[in-house]
């Protein structure tokens, strides 16, 4: 980064200011902001003046979103009468309570269903809340399903496995069960009651699931070119209060967008701040329906997403394992290491949050940020969302999607830390002469993906072409890093060529982003959203690791061989046309 544009940077940082960023947390707070109510309304007129305030351009989105609120649930059976709670997009239960016998079938993943039968069935999950066990559970012609959280406290969560507002084609995808949850205690009462023989069960659960007008507010500021702009987002909407969630995010938002603006002169590119609705209890419809009703403005000018969420926790050390794509890590590394000296640990951007925006080709950096240290004993339910595999960080709190989630659970210190964080990776991204964009590591990442799945399939699929493709990507890409370091040096000393070579740079960088980044992180394609559930990098390949399990002569081998042979076209078809793309961009930089 140019001396210059680092200076300035420490000096916003140094200018993050701890109380400010605590009024806003308390401001928006004061709301229960769940989606489509007036009391959400209402609270979406503080950001707005603040930004107006700063001097971006405020307007204020309304569209329809389908937004599931959870109203009551309890369950009564021999014990007594249980509290439970319901959960977004589960069924109500008649008025008189759904009456089942209750089975146990573990955490609710295929295997744990082995010598369980759920149909027509109560089945006792352990573990939070989630799309993929409301979906197997549904599938499996379950009546109802009692979640059993790892503590005393439940957590409300939205268990639609469907992106955004439900098409008319995605509706059976809805879960078709009653879904609740309760504590550790009273599942371990449930569990020790099946013990000693059948017990039947009564779920009463009241879901309140209609087509709503929900808000986004949208807020701009160009720059040098006032063609391009970077999104800055987080969701607005919350669970109860949300100070953690999503308010400490909001702070952060509005305290960038207040520092940043100081220097506005030596942005190259705009900002576009976005506070989303419908992502606690709607499943990210409004961020959903804006790709899909500003598709083209995004295409054109969108040249990267930093996302927000969760900022300034209680106790939330760990920053380390954040998420980022392959091009954008080394952003990633480097802001960490200055301001909170943690590494990045690589861990990839995940199937979650407000993160509808890869068919379109936009590279994304963080989502959640900080998080409690693991333990060995930890009972961190959000971990188990955010992921549970080796790694330093936990969750977020045990308060998150709880009444509990107060001001009382924002620390200051973190949340500056936090914000400072945040400010470096919108500054360095807005002002930088070249995007901070690493596409090397991007075909880097593709080539390792291939590799791994040609191993898997046992010779049965042949993936020469696309590795042949991505290794020749690579290293163009490595050719057009060397070159951009260059210009970007020059640009620092003020050389008047190199405005025009960093130009050039950016519209190829931009290409790769809308021809990569949907081969890497969507199986639906460009134009639609793949479901809330786990995405392997080359999504559209991934089967390849099955059919090496399968007989060369079986029909399922068959008919998948016709599936992978269609995904390995558009795989090797991107590869072609970003080959193309930085050979073009190479050739007119006159690069050796």
């Not at 060529?497 to 890497?520: G, M």
Request: proline share 5%; hydrophobic share 45%; net charge negative.
């Amino acid at each position: 980064m140019p001396a210059a544009l680092a200076a300035l940077e420490a000096e916003l940082a140094e200018a993050t200011s701890g109380p400010r960023l605590m009024e806003h947390v308390r401001r928006i707070a004061r709301w229960r902001r769940h989606a489509g109510t007036a009391e959400e309304r209402e609270a979406f007129d503080y950001p707005r003046a603040v930004l107006d305030g700063y001097g971006y351009a405020t307007r204020l989105l309304v569209h329809d979103a389908y937004i599931s609120l959870p109203v009551a649930a309890r369950i009564e059976w021999a014990g007594g009468v249980t509290p439970a709670l319901a959960h977004s997009f589960s069924r109500s239960a008649p008025p008189g309570g759904l009456d089942g016998e209750l089975v146990a079938a573990g955490a609710g993943r295929p295997a744990d269903y082995a010598g369980v039968d759920p149909h027509g069935r109560i089945v006792l999950l352990d573990g939070v809340a989630s799309p993929g066990a409301a979906l197997e559970a549904s599938r499996r012609g379950a009546l109802a399903q009692v979640h059993v959280s790892p503590h005393e406290h439940v957590h409300d969560m939205c268990v639609s496995p469907i992106w955004g507002s439900p098409t008319d084609e995605d509706l059976e995808r809805l879960p078709a069960t009653v879904i609740v949850s309760v504590t550790r205690a009273d599942g371990e009462a449930l569990r020790a009651a099946l013990a000693h023989g059948p017990v039947r069960l009564r779920v009463f659960a009241e879901v309140d699931t209609a087509w709503r007008q929900t808000p986004i507010l949208q807020a701009d500021l160009p720059g040098r070119d006032p063609a391009t702009w970077l999104m800055f987002s987080g969701h607005y909407c919350s669970w109860y209060e949300g100070a953690m969630d999503n308010a400490g995010a909001n702070a952060t938002m509005l305290e960038v967008a207040r520092l940043v603006a100081r220097h506005r002169d030596r942005w190259e590119r705009g900002l576009r701040l976005l506070f989303w609705s419908g992502h606690s209890q709607g499943r990210y419809s409004g961020s959903t329906w804006y790709a899909d009703a500003y598709r083209e403005e995004i295409a054109d000018g969108c040249v990267g997403h930093v996302n927000v969420d969760s900022t300034g926790g209680r106790g939330n050390t760990i920053v380390a394992d954040t998420t980022a794509m392959a091009e954008t890590g080394a952003l990633a590394d480097a802001i960490l290491r200055a301001y909170a000296e943690q590494g990045w640990s690589g861990r990839r951007m995940q199937r979650a949050g407000d993160q509808s925006f890869w068919g379109i080709g936009v590279s994304c950096l963080f989502a959640n940020m900080s998080e409690q240290p693991a333990r060995p004993d930890d009972v961190n339910a959000s971990a188990a969302v955010f992921g549970a595999e080796a790694r330093a960080g936990a969750g977020t709190g045990w308060w998150w999607h709880t009444p509990h989630d107060t001001v009382d659970k924002i620390d200051e210190t973190i949340l500056v830390r936090d914000t400072r964080i945040y400010l470096a990776a919108v500054w360095r991204w807005l002002t930088a002469p070249v995007l901070p964009l690493d596409f090397a590591a991007a075909s880097r990442e593709v080539r390792e993906a291939l590799e791994t799945l040609a191993t898997a399939s046992r010779g049965r699929f042949d993936l020469s072409l696309c590795l042949e493709r991505a290794a020749a990507v690579e290293a163009l890409a490595a050719r057009l890093n060397a070159h951009a370091g260059r210009v970007a040096a020059a640009a620092d000393r003020g050389a008047p060529e190199a405005q025009v070579e960093a130009a050039r740079i950016n519209r190829c960088l931009l290409a790769l982003q809308r021809t990569l980044v949907p081969i890497r992180y969507t199986r639906a394609g460009p134009f639609d959203q793949d479901p809330a559930l786990s995405l392997p990098p080359l999504p559209g390949l991934d089967d390849v690791r099955r059919l090496g399990t399968l007989a060369p002569d079986d029909d399922e081998a068959r008919h998948l061989t016709v599936r992978l042979m269609r995904a390995r076209n558009r795989v090797a078809d991107a590869l072609r046309r970003a080959a193309a793309e930085l050979d073009a961009c190479l050739t007119d930089l006159g690069s050796p």
